[in-house]
């Protein structure tokens, strides 16, 4: 076939002229449907302007912060939840009974709490990345050779060093699978939260521009948090890929 | 022995959530945290008995269950479609895919401002919010679930001459089904995120919103109450799928 491995270009070519000719001939409503020409150009300047990259910063400051404390959170719960089945049976049902509630339903009280700014984002978006983590945790744990744990018992290894050399090396390479999830999650919540109403970051952007009737800047604001949410996923698994690969054992990862 | 050992446990596990509850009561009482942030679990109660009693409770939580059932339905539906096109089809593969790649990893809610552009802030808009935002997990496991249909069944199909769509119907979307199901799940949760979000933003009766108007107001106890309502939300949606699906797929226990 002529069109080759680039008919995947095809119909998203094919609407974006429809989308110019439309709008310029006045066919599409121009206060949603600017033209993508303007789109392009309101994102070239808000890009140049730095209110584009100020955003960016801030957005992913946040999901950062909040994703390093729910990762450390969620971790720390699970290796002894993942470790000890007594603990698991024992505080299980209460974490399965808070875990339904959406991290969203948090932010009138992370409000309540903190007011406006970034703590009660990153309170938020540290709800929200617990979970992964967590759950991913606790069953990476309990997936650990149990040889290695005995290993660790007829040393008389302390806790700690039995946490450092043992545990953490063994289920390192499935935590940072959650991790990965709960990086998504972090900034899907960050943009979430700015959009309802957080005033920062890259969804405060995006409403105040539909809000204040640009939506050339809008539609490129949206191109951008879809770009920047690319990018950080592949940063991730381009992370994954140089530095966790050497913790999983060869092909013996199982499920 | 075993059963022993769980009773126990069970009976553990009630007494934790209990010393939560109670170390909250105690927190609260001693004022540890100003009380306007941080109501006692009784002031709570005390606060959900009242929009019980005002009728704030089921209503609300009938819109948003409603809106987010909606969503959750179509998204569901477009998932199971799309993914097993793009997963049985070449060319519908080679055209769509490259664009559910880019749209896949935008967040949700970032198409909330256009959708209230569009549709404004009604409850068209939500639902689309929603159906948008539910349909990747699905269309994942649908598209999962389809392509690993076991080659000796394609190849049993291909033998008894069954027709594409007694194929789709009769050994794929059941092969899927499980695929789907996790999907689907997933969904639900998602659902309900942004059934609140949409809620919050757009001003949707529910209880999103009566949460987030608690809050203006600084009625802490029906913030929380109002909160723990949303995970009580989730948490039967949740568990009515799970029975669902354990019902669906009881000839997979039965055939393994």
């Avoid at chain 1, 990965?180 to 309802?196: C, F, K, N, Q």
């Avoid at chain 2, 942030?37 to 819109?63: I, Y």
């Avoid at chain 2, 689907?184 to 059934?195: G, K, M, T």
């Avoid at chain 2, 949707?204 to 949303?230: C, D, H, K, W």
């Amino acid at each position: 076939m002529k069109l080759g491995r680039y008919r995947g270009a095809l119909i998203p070519l094919v609407l974006i002229v429809l989308w110019e000719l439309g709008a310029a001939t006045g066919v599409l409503p121009p206060d949603t449907m600017s033209r993508p020409s303007e789109i392009v150009v309101a994102g070239w300047d808000a890009l140049l302007d730095g209110s584009l990259l100020l955003a960016t910063a801030q957005t992913f400051q946040t999901a950062l912060i909040g994703l390093a404390l729910g990762s450390c959170i969620g971790m720390v719960i699970g290796i002894f939840v993942g470790l000890s089945p007594i603990l698991e049976g024992i505080i299980g049902p209460t974490l399965d009974t808070v875990r339904p509630i959406p991290a969203v339903a948090l932010i009138p009280l992370a409000l309540l709490i903190y007011g406006f700014g970034v703590r009660m984002e990153v309170l938020v978006i540290t709800y929200a990345t617990v979970w992964p983590v967590l759950i991913v945790t606790i069953s990476a744990v309990r997936g650990i050779e149990p040889r290695l744990l005995e290993v660790a018992q007829t040393l008389e290894m302390p806790t700690f060093s039995r946490m450092r050399r043992i545990v953490l090396p063994a289920a390192l390479a499935r935590i940072a699978v959650g991790i990965r999830v709960s990086a998504g999650v972090a900034l899907v919540v960050a943009v979430t939260v700015e959009i309802v109403l957080n005033p920062q970051g890259l969804g405060y952007g995006m409403i105040i521009a539909a809000q204040s009737l640009r939506p050339e800047l809008m539609w490129a604001e949206l191109l951008w948090v879809g770009f920047a949410g690319w990018a950080f996923n592949t940063l991730l698994s381009l992370i994954d890929r140089r530095w966790l690969r050497r913790y999983q054992p060869g092909g013996a990862e199982g499920r | 022995m075993i059963s022993r050992r769980g009773i126990l446990l069970k009976i553990g596990a009630v007494i934790f959530a209990a010393a939560v509850i109670y170390l909250w009561q105690l927190a609260a009482d001693a004022r540890l945290i100003s009380p306007v942030f941080f109501p006692s679990p009784t002031r709570t109660w005390g606060a959900f008995l009242a929009m019980e009693e005002r009728g704030d409770v089921w209503w609300p939580m009938a819109s948003t269950a409603l809106r987010m059932f909606y969503g959750w339905v179509l998204a569901s539906l477009a998932g199971i479609v799309l993914g097993g096109a793009i997963a049985r089809s070449g060319p519908v593969r080679a055209y769509l895919e490259p664009l559910l790649e880019f749209l896949r990893p935008l967040p949700a809610s970032a198409i909330i401002p256009p959708a209230i552009l569009f549709l404004g802030l009604t409850s068209k808009m939500a639902v689309t919010v929603i159906a948008f935002g539910a349909l990747w997990p699905v269309l994942l496991g649908a598209y999962h679930g389809f392509r690993s249909v076991p080659p000796q069944l394609v190849e049993m199909a291909a033998a008894m001459r069954m027709k594409s769509m007694a194929f789709i119907w009769k050994v794929a979307l059941p092969n899927a089904l499980p695929d789907i199901f996790a999907g689907v799940r997933v969904s639900l949760a998602i659902a309900l995120i942004l059934a609140v979000v949409t809620e919050m933003q757009a001003a949707q009766t529910g209880l999103g919103f009566n949460i987030l108007m608690a809050q203006r107001s600084f009625r802490s106890p029906e913030l929380y109450a109002g909160t723990i309502v949303l995970g009580i939300l989730g948490f039967f949606t949740n568990y009515a799928l799970v029975r669902a699906e354990k019902h669906l797929l009881r000839w997979r226990t039965l055939t393994r």
